[in-house]
């Protein structure tokens, strides 16, 4: 009867610590993404390093050392990571800007080595490289004991390092709309500031709800702190050239309707297409102006394909 009691016990418990958010890499629910996924189109081309202390309680040990500003650029596991330290952030840039389309937009590769040694970080967005947002991160892990190499996932939301090396934690810019001096159809700057795991909290990091982060410390290390792999991008304008001189839209950003404005009468196929590839509307036509009804699509960023013969123009039409 005692060993069953206890394995009742241990059952309850494990039960008990399951959170509300997604779990590990590789289980059902899990919202992690693998290096190597087809979704992936761009990944961060440059970076700038604020190094933070290999132990904040104890600044005689000097700051991270490990990787350079290299690092965190290019596909996941290609040029290693770069160590942030105690508190300290990286700014990544792309080669073109970050857009909202459907589902989460950009992920976070950390180089953890199992599911639950998680250091975490927090992820700021920009689109003019001055004025900075924070996701809003929720932790739910316990307080009443440093936590030194078990973090459990599903305890936390929005905090990049959620998930194992080789699998990105997602972000999506949809949670960030409506925010005064944010344009999330033009991500121009990610940054990533890392969590000090600290229950002390003189030191320690506060999720959104003024939660204290509990997550590996200290990591007294060269390699100390949240170590950033990559950041691949989802959805962005990679590889797309506009052609402005082809054809004009107004108003762009449209609500309920825009117009185009075409230079001849020759016919020509027009074609409205989402994030995700998918043609939504197709008309062929000779006219050199048409009214386009906008009411029945979903809001976001969408690419105007003009193709005339052998020539394709295309240009971005914002739906808002």
Same mark, same amino acid.
């Given at each position: 009867?005692?060993?069953?009691?206890?394995?009742? &016990?241990?059952?309850?418990?494990?039960?008990?610590?399951?959170?509300?958010y997604?779990?590990?890499?590789?289980?059902?629910?899990?919202? +992690?993404?693998?290096?190597?996924?087809?979704?992936?189109?761009?990944? +961060?081309?440059?970076?700038?390093?604020?190094r933070g202390?290999?132990?904040?309680?104890?600044t005689?040990?000097g700051? !991270?050392s490990?990787?350079?500003?290299?690092?965190?650029?290019?596909?996941?596991?290609?040029?290693?990571?770069?160590?942030?330290?105690?508190?300290?952030?990286?700014?990544?840039?792309?080669?073109?800007?970050?857009?909202n389309?459907?589902?989460?937009? @950009? +992920?976070v @590769?950390?180089?953890? @080595?199992?599911?639950?040694?998680?250091?975490?970080?927090h992820?700021?967005?920009?689109?003019?490289?001055?004025?900075?947002?924070?996701?809003?991160s929720?932790?739910?892990?316990?307080?009443?004991?440093?936590?030194?190499?078990?973090?459990?996932?599903?305890g &936390?939301?929005n905090?990049?390092?959620?998930?194992?090396?080789?699998?990105?934690?997602? @972000?999506?810019?949809e949670?960030?709309?409506g &925010? !005064?001096?944010?344009?999330?159809?033009?991500? !121009?700057?990610? %940054?990533? &500031?890392?969590?000090?795991?600290?229950?002390?909290?003189q030191?320690?990091?506060f999720?959104?709800q003024?939660?204290?982060?509990?997550?590996?410390?200290?990591?007294?290390?060269?390699?100390?702190?949240?170590?950033?792999?990559?950041?691949g991008v989802?959805?962005?304008?990679?590889?797309?050239?506009?052609?402005?001189? !082809?054809?004009?839209?107004?108003?762009?950003?449209?609500?309920?309707? +825009?117009?185009?404005?075409?230079?001849?009468?020759?016919? %020509?196929?027009?074609?409205?297409?989402?994030?995700?590839?998918?043609?939504?509307?197709?008309?062929?036509?000779?006219s050199n102006?048409?009214?386009?009804?906008?009411?029945?699509?979903?809001?976001?960023?969408?690419?105007? %394909?003009?193709?005339?013969?052998?020539?394709?123009n295309i240009? %971005?039409?914002?739906i808002?």
């Amino acid at each position: 009867m005692r060993f069953l009691a206890t394995i009742f &016990i241990t059952i309850s418990l494990n039960v008990f610590a399951q959170g509300p958010y997604a779990p590990v890499a590789g289980s059902i629910g899990t919202t +992690a993404m693998h290096k190597d996924s087809s979704a992936f189109t761009d990944w +961060a081309s440059a970076c700038t390093v604020e190094r933070g202390w290999q132990n904040i309680a104890d600044t005689t040990l000097g700051k !991270t050392s490990t990787g350079d500003i290299y690092s965190a650029t290019e596909k996941s596991g290609v040029n290693g990571v770069v160590s942030l330290g105690d508190g300290g952030s990286a700014i990544l840039t792309f080669s073109s800007p970050i857009i909202n389309g459907n589902g989460p937009d @950009f +992920a976070v @590769f950390e180089n953890a @080595f199992n599911n639950t040694f998680l250091e975490l970080a927090h992820v700021e967005v920009s689109s003019d490289g001055i004025n900075y947002f924070r996701f809003e991160s929720f932790s739910l892990s316990q307080i009443n004991t440093q936590i030194i190499s078990n973090v459990n996932a599903t305890g &936390i939301q929005n905090l990049a390092g959620k998930y194992r090396a080789q699998f990105g934690t997602p @972000f999506d810019l949809e949670q960030m709309i409506g &925010i !005064t001096n944010l344009d999330v159809n033009n991500i !121009t700057h990610v %940054k990533i &500031i890392d969590v000090v795991g600290s229950i002390n909290e003189q030191y320690g990091s506060f999720d959104s709800q003024g939660n204290i982060i509990n997550d590996p410390f200290p990591t007294p290390f060269e390699t100390g702190g949240f170590d950033l792999d990559a950041i691949g991008v989802i959805h962005s304008f990679v590889g797309i050239k506009e052609s402005p001189n !082809t054809f004009k839209i107004f108003p762009n950003p449209a609500k309920e309707k +825009a117009t185009i404005i075409f230079d001849n009468l020759s016919e %020509k196929t027009i074609q409205l297409i989402d994030l995700n590839g998918v043609i939504v509307f197709q008309l062929k036509s000779k006219s050199n102006q048409i009214d386009l009804d906008l009411f029945r699509y979903s809001k976001g960023v969408y690419i105007l %394909k003009l193709i005339e013969g052998k020539n394709i123009n295309i240009q %971005k039409l914002l739906i808002n």
